[in-house]
């Protein structure tokens, strides 16, 4: 069985100075229902997110501090790439 989670962001024309708000929104709504299902659920989860995305995890705690509470503080930081892959970081969302 796979637990699935659909989060979801509004865009707010007033954050339009803060790029990927609505995914910020979506993330923090998606980390305090982590940690409202308990340390097990936290534990899981900080497991997969590690696993799916390893070297990157700087990366989104960077743009996403949110995800800090389930994965913790990140031992490093993110590997500096050129611009288009740093472009390229995030197509997977």
Same mark, same amino acid.
């Given at each position: 069985?796979?637990? %699935?989670? +659909? %989060? &979801?962001?509004? +865009?707010?024309? @007033? !954050?339009?100075?803060? $790029? ?11 980390? =305090? &229902?982590?940690?409202? !299902?308990?340390?097990?659920?936290c @534990?899981e989860?900080?497991?997969? #997110? %590690? =696993? /799916? %995305? =390893?070297?990157? #995890?700087?990366?989104?705690?960077? #743009?996403? $501090?949110? @995800? ?5 503080? $990140? !031992?490093?930081? $993110?590997?500096? #790439?050129g611009?288009?892959? /740093? !472009? ?6």
């Amino acid at each position: 069985e796979r637990n %699935i989670h +659909f %989060i &979801s962001g509004k +865009f707010d024309q @007033l !954050q339009q100075a803060r $790029p990927l708000s609505a995914m910020n929104a979506a993330f923090i709504e998606y980390t =305090n &229902s982590i940690i409202q !299902q308990g340390p097990k659920t936290c @534990l899981e989860t900080k497991k997969a #997110v %590690i =696993n /799916a %995305i =390893n070297t990157d #995890v700087g990366v989104l705690t960077d #743009v996403f $501090p949110c @995800l800090c509470k389930i994965i913790g503080k $990140p !031992q490093t930081a $993110p590997i500096e #790439v050129g611009s288009i892959a /740093a !472009q390229n970081r995030f197509k997977f969302f």
